[in-house]
């Protein structure tokens, strides 16, 4: 939420900038700790808000340069980076812990993630354009054509044929290119999100998904060892989650940019396919290679966390309120990242079985899938129009 805040009142760049800046020096600050205290303020207030200072950016930044379908295919090229790095880190930070102990590592992590603040400075300043009123362009007029809020406006002299532009879909302008734009004024956050029955949908998914998502990565591997298998198979159990998320989110987000496919129905469909394997986990935990399949499809659906949830939060609140709709979605799902390992371990702790810790992670991410069926059963019509909206758009403009 501070981030929306320090994105609204100035830019993803500088936001971005500053994430990477409290991240790194907040790692850096950890190698001079004495007690576990000192780390909650250096690793886990300092670090932590540094980084969700990153991805909201950059999921705003996203959602501003890339509009409608695109933004999800975006994402998902953008987002299978993120589990590469997950896959990758665990070695990396072993060699760093072998070589110069735990301090020298979590050094070593802070000046790799001082990187981030040059890589910001690439992010090139966004300009604010006056929305119009939904505009019909008439047929064989060679208009210049301006979308988008972003200082990369795509600029394109086309015929149009009665094609109806809704500004609540994009954020549309028509001027004259001699005329100046004039900026939209922000606020700091936009709270109206908050009555949007879509956004409280949205959230409540992030946090059952959250929630369930923290016990699997705490829990596979001892779940495994429980199991019979050796600490090498648990640990390649967990490094599955890295490659197959990646392809998920790849995959996924490039179905979605699809302009035939119902990208709501495809994230609800994803989160259900993705929490049968964890119910049925306990099932086949005796058997290594049914483990093995059961943790990839699991990874593969989660991807679709990372790559089309931000389209159904811009799709459910517009562009325009994106950044304080992410910031307000992952305050409160980080919620249920907290009591997901806490809970599951004081079940585990009462029963002696990871077994109801595993269904009820499975069934959360069921039921998160589930209830997004809420708001394209209530609103099917606006989400049918949003989809001819994105095949117009994309058949009359780009000409695919």
């Known amino acids: 939420m501070f981030a929306s805040l320090v994105i ?31 780390l909650y303020v250096t690793y886990g207030l300092l670090t932590g808000t540094g980084l969700s200072f990153c991805y909201t ?37 072993m060699f760093l812990l072998d070589k110069y102990g735990w301090r020298g590592a979590i050094l070593c992590t802070g000046a ?62 028509l001027k004259n290119e001699q005329e100046p734009p004039i ?34 990565y705490v829990f596979i591997m001892p779940f495994a060892q429980s199991q019979g298998h050796t600490m090498e198979h648990a640990a390649i159990l967990a490094s599955i989650l890295g490659p197959s998320g990646a392809a998920g989110r790849l995959l996924l987000g490039l179905l979605a940019s699809y302009h035939k496919v119902d990208t709501l129905l495809l994230y609800a469909f994803s989160f259900v396919a993705a929490g049968i394997p964890l119910v049925i986990y306990p099932l086949v935990g005796s058997v290594l290679h049914l483990l093995y399949a059961a943790t990839a499809v699991c990874g593969f659906f989660l991807g679709a966390w990372g790559s089309i949830w931000p389209q159904i939060l811009a799709i459910a609140v517009g562009t325009s309120k994106l950044s304080s709709a992410v910031g307000g979605c992952l305050f409160f799902a980080s919620f249920g990242s907290a009591l997901g390992p806490p809970v599951a371990g004081w079940l585990f702790d009462q029963l002696g079985s990871y077994n109801v810790p595993l269904y009820i992670s499975g069934s959360a991410i069921i039921l998160s899938g589930l209830i997004e069926l809420i708001p394209w059963m209530r609103d099917k019509k606006k989400w049918l129009a949003i989809h001819r909206h994105h095949r117009a758009i994309q058949g009359e403009i780009h000409g695919i």
């Open 57 to 93: 950016a950059n999921l705003v930044f996203m959602g501003d340069c890339f509009a409608g379908k695109k933004f999800t295919a975006v994402l998902g090229v953008a987002a299978s980076g993120i589990t590469v790095g997950q896959f990758l880190y665990p070695y990396i930070s």
């Open 8 to 38: 609204n009142w100035t830019s993803c760049r500088i936001a971005l900038i500053l994430g990477g800046c409290m991240s790194g020096v907040g790692l850096t600050l950890c190698f001079f700790v004495s007690n576990i205290y000192q």
């Open 183 to 216: 900026k939209q004024s922000k606020k700091a956050f936009d709270w109206d999100i908050f009555k949007n029955l879509s956004f409280i949908i949205v959230t409540l998914n992030n946090v059952l998904f959250l929630f369930a998502s923290s016990i699997l």
């Open 112 to 173: 790799i993630t001082m990187n981030i603040c040059w890589m910001a400075g690439l992010f090139r300043p966004l300009k604010e354009y006056v929305v119009t009123e939904p505009a019909i362009i008439p047929g064989n007029e060679r208009k210049k054509f301006v979308y988008g809020s972003s200082n990369t406006i795509q600029i394109m002299s086309k015929s149009l044929s009665n094609l109806h532009l809704s500004s609540s879909m994009m954020q549309m302008s």
